[in-house]
């Protein structure tokens, strides 16, 4: 989907994570939300969807220009019409097992994770399903713009091949 065809539409889920404990520059940045407002994510860009790894297409007439699935990645650039759907929101820690959520209205979502789901589980994957109304246009399906997480955490992997001694920094 053309991102200036999408509606006014960011997903903001409070992921319920472990805070990195390595320090780390201040990213902190403000988004407009699209209804005059701001939201903060400390993480800045890197708080925002980095992949598509599934989409399903309806059965209805889609214009091409609204196709375009790499839309929804990064930061909001959102510049169209005010037309929004609802939507279904699921998580998924491993992109198979799902836990719905909520339903959530077009524009500006922000769903609390706290006391939906475990503390302790990371949840990578976050699944929008359009809500089924206003299908008949060419346009029809849930129109995302961004896809955040408020309190996500950097994963941080060690290659296996870097040993070090018992207490020694050196390799």
Known sequence: M???????????ACMAMAAPTLAQPNETREYQDGKRGIVLLPQGDKSFADAVVDR????????DSAS????????PDFSGNVKVEGMTL????????????SDISG????????????????YRF????????GCGTRFAGADVDA????GSTLRFVLDGAILFAVDSTEL
């Open 56 to 63: 399903s297409a309806g059965t209805g007439t889609i214009e």
């Open 147 to 150: 896809v955040a997480a408020i």
């Open 126 to 133: 976050v699944s929008l399903t359009d809500d089924g109304d």
């Open 68 to 75: 375009d699935q790499q839309a929804i990645l990064g930061p």
């Open 90 to 101: 699921s998580i998924s820690e491993d992109g198979e097992a799902w836990i719905d959520l």
């Open 107 to 122: 524009g500006r979502a922000e769903v609390d994770l706290v006391g939906l789901v475990p503390a302790d589980a990371n």
């Open 2 to 12: 053309l991102r200036s065809l999408l509606s006014r539409f960011m997903v903001l």
